[in-house]
C-alpha cells in the first residue's frame, strides 16, 4: 500500500494538500495521532477488500503529543520494513506569512497559549516537527503561493507522477529577495548580460520575445544553458536509480525578472524531452505583477 504523510507548520497549506489528495482518491485522515500510523497501516492490509485503502494520506502536525513527535523516525522505519510505501510531504513558509495568514483567518495556533505568543509557537512549531522535516521527499515553500498555485503543485508533483518516477521542478528567483529554502541544486545566473540596464526591457520578463533575443545574442546565455543541460543530464539519473522522488532545481539572477526566468524555461523545456514530469515556476513574477512593474 502506499502512504502519503502530509505535514507542516501550521498555516502552511496541509489542509489544502490532504483535500486535493481527497480529491485524486485518496483515503485521507486529518490530524493522525503517530502512534496510530503503523495499526493503521497493518489493518488497512488486512482488510479483504482493501479498495481504496491502498492509497492512504494522513495529516501530521503539531497537534501530536512532542514525545510522539520525536519518536516519528523509529516508526517511519517500522513503515518501511512492512512494505508500505512511505513518502513525506512537509509544506513550510516563512515567519511573517504565517503570522500574516493567522491575523487574517483569527484563527488560534495549537501551541499558543496565555504564557506563548504567536511569533514563540510558531518558532516552536518548527523545533518540534523537525523530526519529519528532516525526513520530508517533498518539501513545498508555501511563501506567496495562493491556494490554487498549491493545489495545482500538489496535483502535479505529487500524483502526476508514476510511482518511482523523478518530478523536476525548475523556479526561477531573485537573489536580492532570497534563497528558496525548498532547493535541491541552486545556480546562479547573474553573471550573464543584464536585460535591467537597456530601459527598453525593464517591463518585459525571460518569456517575452525582446530578452529573449537580447539574451541568445550573447554566446555566454547559450554556454550557461548547456552547460547546465550538460551537469543535469549527467547526474539527475544517479538520483533517479536512488530512488529519489523529487528534485527542486532553482535559478537565480538579481530580480528574478529576466535571466533567470529565461533558463529556467530553456531547461524546462529541454528536460521534458526526457522526464514525464516537469514544472516550471518563476516565484518572483506574480509580486512583480501585483506591483505593476511588469
Avoid at 495529516?59 to 517500522?78: G, V
Avoid at 525571460?206 to 554556454?223: A, C, M, S, Y
Wanted: proline share 4%; aromatic share 8%.
Amino acid at each position: 500500500m502506499k502512504l502519503i504523510i502530509v505535514s507542516g507548520r501550521s498555516g502552511s497549506g496541509k489542509s489544502t494538500a490532504l483535500h486535493v489528495l481527497e480529491d485524486l482518491g485518496f483515503y485521507c485522515i486529518d490530524n493522525l495521532p503517530i502512534g496510530l500510523l503503523f495499526p493503521l497501516t497493518r489493518e488497512a492490509a488486512q482488510q479483504e477488500t482493501p479498495g481504496r485503502l491502498r492509497k492512504m494520506a494522513v495529516s501530521i502536525d503539531a497537534r501530536n503529543l512532542s514525545a510522539e513527535l520525536a519518536n516519528f523516525e523509529q516508526i517511519y522505519r517500522q513503515l518501511r520494513d512492512a512494505g508500505v510505501v512511505v513518502e513525506i510531504i512537509f509544506l513550510d513558509a516563512d515567519e511573517q506569512s504565517l503570522l500574516q495568514r493567522f491575523h487574517a483567518t483569527r484563527r488560534k495556533h495549537p501551541l499558543s497559549d496565555d504564557r506563548t505568543s504567536l511569533r514563540e509557537a510558531i518558532a516552536n512549531e518548527k523545533s518540534l516537527l523537525e523530526p519529519l522535516s528532516k525526513l520530508a521527499d517533498l518539501y513545498i515553500n508555501t511563501t506567496g503561493m495562493s491556494m490554487y498555485e498549491l493545489r495545482d503543485m500538489v496535483k502535479q508533483r505529487v500524483v502526476g507522477r508514476k510511482d518511482q518516477e523523478l518530478a523536476l521542478l525548475f523556479q526561477s528567483f531573485g537573489f536580492k529577495h532570497g534563497v528558496p529554502v525548498d532547493s535541491d541544486y541552486v545556480f546562479d545566473v547573474r553573471c550573464l548580460p543584464n536585460p535591467y540596464w537597456d530601459t527598453s526591457l525593464r517591463k518585459y520578463v525571460g518569456t517575452d520575445q525582446p530578452v529573449i533575443e537580447f539574451l541568445e545574442r550573447e554566446p555566454l546565455t547559450g554556454q550557461m544553458v548547456d552547460d547546465l543541460i550538460r551537469f543535469l543530464d549527467t547526474w539527475l539519473p544517479s538520483f533517479a536509480d536512488s530512488n529519489r522522488s523529487y528534485m527542486t532545481i532553482s535559478i537565480g539572477c538579481t530580480g528574478g525578472q529576466h535571466r533567470s526566468v529565461y533558463v529556467c524555461e530553456q531547461l524546462g523545456q529541454h528536460f521534458r524531452t526526457r522526464y514525464n514530469n516537469v514544472q516550471v515556476r518563476h516565484t518572483e513574477l506574480p509580486h512583480l505583477q501585483a506591483r505593476g512593474e511588469i
